[in-house]
């Protein structure tokens, strides 16, 4: 297990975060964090809603800009690495008039199919090669999207909860799928999610966000493949899950709440 | 099993004709039994006639042929502009800015207030005709337009940015597909409107074309071929309909919605 990671850790990127801050108008949504990232290494980004890790995210993908601070990747302006960075979104945004094969190919120049079915091969997709994207299930859709990913042999992979809108079984598997994928190609990987448990499943090192700053940097010394019945997993996982209960909610999401219970209530009194 | 279905897919072709062929069976009926003046309205058969008559004549096909160039060129050059402009005014919010509201209001225009002006100004010649259709056909064209490139999904253009796609490419593989099923529900409604236009055209100033035909009919009397004419009309109205629904089917085969209609 040991030997493939160190001669692929090499394709990883190391990412160096530093002093970053986001203000949305009045609102600061990142304060002046700092956040290092080693070559090949999984991170899981975890925290309330609204906490502000998406955004951090958004800024490493380079989707959004920092209002202060900056991001390097190999010592080098993170900006200008853009192409060995990919991203995998909640939804799989996949174009849906495009094949599933044209779709892993997109944007790739000259001869790409047999590439293309190679990145389907890895996924366990490629008899679904010529459907379209609205012929396959969830967790099928989000399989595609990370077989668009791996066709650039990115070295940095970012995953925005993923796997938030699958059921418990297919989020299973895909754990599996992206532990598989990870070890074999040595990226990097930046993981925002909301479950904990998937947060310990997979990453090297668990990272709360709490009012824009980390608020928790812990380590995940378990053996791979790991599994979760294990009392250490078990203990690992509440620790932080009562870490991130015991944050204060952020403040965009009490209204947003209290609107559902209100709705909820009235329906219910009918 | 498979005869059902047969059968169950024969119903389903025979069924939307069973309205119009009782109206017909009615309306012959009708006119045999004296009931309808024929002088006022002929009976089918009477119709039929008429059509064998002007077919065997050739002047039939002549019309027909003139009609449908004309509608299809007007179409070609007020689809095109509407399609260019809205074009513009959908991927850039300078030419929103500098075009829209221009394009909107004349869009308030009933394209019919024209006519005396069209005349006045081109006189009672082919370019008349084309102007006419192309002024009504280049607004449904261009609102769908605008409207189908502003509402792609803009998860997907965020995706393609990432994923290094720009310009062309962009426009090529995410922006046009996106609008493209609107598009064509303005390509349809277009469609339908150009020949509206062209028979109020044609009835007033030509020399040819269906419009003329009836016209012409009406000063003779002859309520057979005035209702050929409309006739005419409707079946190429329902042509234009099924070529841009085809299209539909065709280009938009990735959709659900259109998968099987």
């Given at each position: 297990m040991n030997a493939p990671l160190a001669t692929t850790a090499t394709r990883g990127v190391a990412l160096d975060v530093r002093a970053v801050s986001k203000q949305f108008g009045e609102r600061?949504?990142?304060?002046q964090l700092d956040l290092r990232l080693d070559r090949g290494e999984f991170v899981a980004l975890v925290g309330r809603?609204?906490?502000g890790k998406s955004t951090l995210l958004r800024l490493i993908a380079g989707l959004e800009t920092a209002s202060s601070g900056d991001i390097t990747a190999d010592g080098k302006p993170h900006a200008q690495a853009q192409a060995q960075t990919r991203m995998m979104f909640?939804?799989?945004?996949?174009?849906?008039?495009?094949?599933v094969l044209q779709n892993v190919g997109l944007?790739?120049?000259?001869?790409w199919k047999a590439a293309a079915l190679n990145a389907l091969a890895e996924v366990g997709l490629e008899e679904h090669a010529?459907?379209?994207?609205?012929?396959?299930s969830g967790g099928q859709r989000q399989r595609v999207a990370l077989a668009r990913a791996l066709i650039h042999t990115p070295r940095l992979l970012l995953l925005d909860?993923?796997?938030?809108?699958?059921?418990a079984l297919t989020r299973i598997e895909m754990h599996q799928l992206i532990e598989r994928v990870w070890q074999k190609h040595g990226f990097t990987v930046l993981l925002v999610t909301h479950d904990v448990q998937e947060a310990v499943a997979l990453a090297d090192r668990v990272i709360l966000i709490e009012k824009g700053q980390i608020g928790l940097d812990q380590a995940v010394v378990l053996?791979?493949?790991?599994?979760?019945?294990?009392h250490e997993f078990g203990a690992l996982e509440e620790h932080i899950l009562n870490r991130v209960l015991a944050t204060p909610q952020s403040p965009i999401s009490p209204s947003g709440l209290d609107a559902v219970v209100h709705f909820g209530a009235l329906r219910w009194a009918q | 099993m498979a005869s059902r279905s047969a059968s169950q897919r024969f119903a389903r072709q025979i069924t939307p004709w069973l309205v119009p062929a009782l109206i017909v069976i009615a309306w012959q009926v009708a006119s045999s039994l004296g009931r309808i003046d024929t002088r006022i309205m002929p009976s089918p058969f009477a119709v039929l006639k008429a059509g064998e008559t002007l077919a065997l004549s050739g002047e039939l096909w002549t019309h027909l042929r003139i009609s449908f160039v004309r509608a299809m060129l007007g179409f070609a050059i007020g689809g095109g502009i509407g399609l260019a402009l809205g074009l513009i005014t959908g991927l850039s919010r300078r030419g929103e800015l500098a075009l829209d509201s221009t394009v909107q209001m004349i869009r308030t225009?009933?394209?019919?207030?024209?006519i005396p002006l069209v005349i006045l100004w081109f006189?009672?010649?082919?370019s008349a005709k084309l102007f006419l259709v192309a002024f009504g056909t280049l607004f449904p064209v261009y609102i769908n337009t605008y409207h189908g490139i502003r509402s792609v999904d803009p998860g997907l253009v965020e995706m393609a940015r990432s994923y290094g796609q720009r310009g062309w490419p962009l426009f090529r593989d995410v922006i046009l597909p996106g609008a493209l099923p609107s598009i064509l529900v303005g390509v349809r409604f277009a469609l339908g409107f150009a020949w509206i236009l062209l028979i109020v055209a044609e009835t007033i100033s030509?020399?040819?074309?269906i419009g003329y035909l009836a016209t012409n009919a009406r000063e003779f009397l002859q309520t057979d071929v005035v209702v050929l004419s409309i006739l005419l009309y409707a079946l190429l109205g329902k042509a234009s309909d099924v070529v841009a629904r085809l299209l539909e089917r065709r280009w938009l085969r990735w959709n659900p919605a259109y998968q099987n209609v």
């Amino acid at each position: 297990m040991n030997a493939p990671l160190a001669t692929t850790a090499t394709r990883g990127v190391a990412l160096d975060v530093r002093a970053v801050s986001k203000q949305f108008g009045e609102r600061t949504v990142l304060d002046q964090l700092d956040l290092r990232l080693d070559r090949g290494e999984f991170v899981a980004l975890v925290g309330r809603s609204g906490c502000g890790k998406s955004t951090l995210l958004r800024l490493i993908a380079g989707l959004e800009t920092a209002s202060s601070g900056d991001i390097t990747a190999d010592g080098k302006p993170h900006a200008q690495a853009q192409a060995q960075t990919r991203m995998m979104f909640q939804d799989a945004r996949l174009l849906p008039w495009k094949t599933v094969l044209q779709n892993v190919g997109l944007g790739l120049p000259g001869d790409w199919k047999a590439a293309a079915l190679n990145a389907l091969a890895e996924v366990g997709l490629e008899e679904h090669a010529q459907k379209w994207p609205a012929q396959l299930s969830g967790g099928q859709r989000q399989r595609v999207a990370l077989a668009r990913a791996l066709i650039h042999t990115p070295r940095l992979l970012l995953l925005d909860e993923p796997l938030g809108a699958l059921d418990a079984l297919t989020r299973i598997e895909m754990h599996q799928l992206i532990e598989r994928v990870w070890q074999k190609h040595g990226f990097t990987v930046l993981l925002v999610t909301h479950d904990v448990q998937e947060a310990v499943a997979l990453a090297d090192r668990v990272i709360l966000i709490e009012k824009g700053q980390i608020g928790l940097d812990q380590a995940v010394v378990l053996p791979r493949p790991r599994t979760r019945a294990s009392h250490e997993f078990g203990a690992l996982e509440e620790h932080i899950l009562n870490r991130v209960l015991a944050t204060p909610q952020s403040p965009i999401s009490p209204s947003g709440l209290d609107a559902v219970v209100h709705f909820g209530a009235l329906r219910w009194a009918q | 099993m498979a005869s059902r279905s047969a059968s169950q897919r024969f119903a389903r072709q025979i069924t939307p004709w069973l309205v119009p062929a009782l109206i017909v069976i009615a309306w012959q009926v009708a006119s045999s039994l004296g009931r309808i003046d024929t002088r006022i309205m002929p009976s089918p058969f009477a119709v039929l006639k008429a059509g064998e008559t002007l077919a065997l004549s050739g002047e039939l096909w002549t019309h027909l042929r003139i009609s449908f160039v004309r509608a299809m060129l007007g179409f070609a050059i007020g689809g095109g502009i509407g399609l260019a402009l809205g074009l513009i005014t959908g991927l850039s919010r300078r030419g929103e800015l500098a075009l829209d509201s221009t394009v909107q209001m004349i869009r308030t225009i009933p394209p019919l207030a024209l006519i005396p002006l069209v005349i006045l100004w081109f006189g009672i010649d082919e370019s008349a005709k084309l102007f006419l259709v192309a002024f009504g056909t280049l607004f449904p064209v261009y609102i769908n337009t605008y409207h189908g490139i502003r509402s792609v999904d803009p998860g997907l253009v965020e995706m393609a940015r990432s994923y290094g796609q720009r310009g062309w490419p962009l426009f090529r593989d995410v922006i046009l597909p996106g609008a493209l099923p609107s598009i064509l529900v303005g390509v349809r409604f277009a469609l339908g409107f150009a020949w509206i236009l062209l028979i109020v055209a044609e009835t007033i100033s030509a020399s040819s074309g269906i419009g003329y035909l009836a016209t012409n009919a009406r000063e003779f009397l002859q309520t057979d071929v005035v209702v050929l004419s409309i006739l005419l009309y409707a079946l190429l109205g329902k042509a234009s309909d099924v070529v841009a629904r085809l299209l539909e089917r065709r280009w938009l085969r990735w959709n659900p919605a259109y998968q099987n209609v």
